[in-house]
């Protein structure tokens, strides 16, 4: 029984994955950018070549059976056999391979650069295994930190800046935009346009390791000014007084690996915790933030997430009340 015991823990984990998805459309063919669009353009136009293939081989194949029908052997000239290779077996391909490829070049142009009015410059940072938000300014100074949750305005083309410090991670908001790797060493850069308002959720494509399943994140897009404003809250310190919730926090060794803007908190390892309240999900869109989900994922992290980094912590139940009423504050 103990043997299999991490196989249903990751299964359950799985489950609540696939429930977190409730937290946003996933979805390449119901785009919500032009980039998007252009993508599901092509996503269509190779269905449709894949489609032609599929019944021009089955015709061929009945051909050949009727042919064949009833034993009696029905050639067919040397010149019409001829045609039908060159045709079938050259002409077409090349064309297909000659007319995607165009398509896909095509389409990668008009996705990639600065078109459209220039949006925020936001440094994506892919970590063990959640994300990072870091907003700029003009001179590129962090404004804003946030994890797991990306904001955006609509009709603002965001340039998005890839980095990974660890191993390579790719970052995919199929209604926006295509994915793009983040490659220790290397630095990429990703166009975001949303053209309405709406919450999408994004993933980590490429595998990074134990917990590469559940590496998501939220997207939001909203108005200008809506985003503006959110912007500059979320600029702002914690909103709250430390007290003796922010003790347990900080007995339990929290801070040594969040921060918590406007206190002494000033870990590094983990995610930015200063408005984690008005965030929708919890461990990188695994979870919606709900006080249950935060309690469970303190004391029992590594059965929703097996492997992640952070360590199980268990204070005492009154503890435990009074950090979870710190961490609901932090708005």
Known sequence: MRSRLPIRISGAALVLGVLANCSGSQNVLAPASDDARLIALLTYWLFGVAVIVFFVTIALLLLGLLLSRGGKERPISFRASTALVVTGGVVAPIFAIIALTLSGVMIGDETEGPRGEAGPRIEVVGRLWWWEFRYLDEAGEVVAVTANELHLPVGKRARLELISDNVIHSFWVPNLQGKTDLIPGTHNELYAEPAVPGVWRGQCAEFCGIQHALMGFVVVAEPEPDYQAWLAAEAEDAATTEGP???????????????????????????????????????????????????????????????????????????????????????
């Open 245 to 331: 919730g922010f003790d347990v926090f900080m007995k339990y060794g929290c801070g040594d690996c969040h921060t918590i803007r406007g206190t002494e908190a000033q870990g590094e390892e983990g995610p930015d915790l200063t408005h984690l309240a008005s965030r929708r999900t919890l461990a990188a869109a695994t979870l919606p933030n709900t006080r249950g989900n935060l309690g469970g994922w303190i004391t029992s992290t590594h059965s929703v997430k097996p492997g992640a980094l952070m360590p199980e912590t268990a204070p005492e139940a009154a503890e435990l009340q009074l950090l979870l009423d710190f961490l609901e504050s932090l708005e």
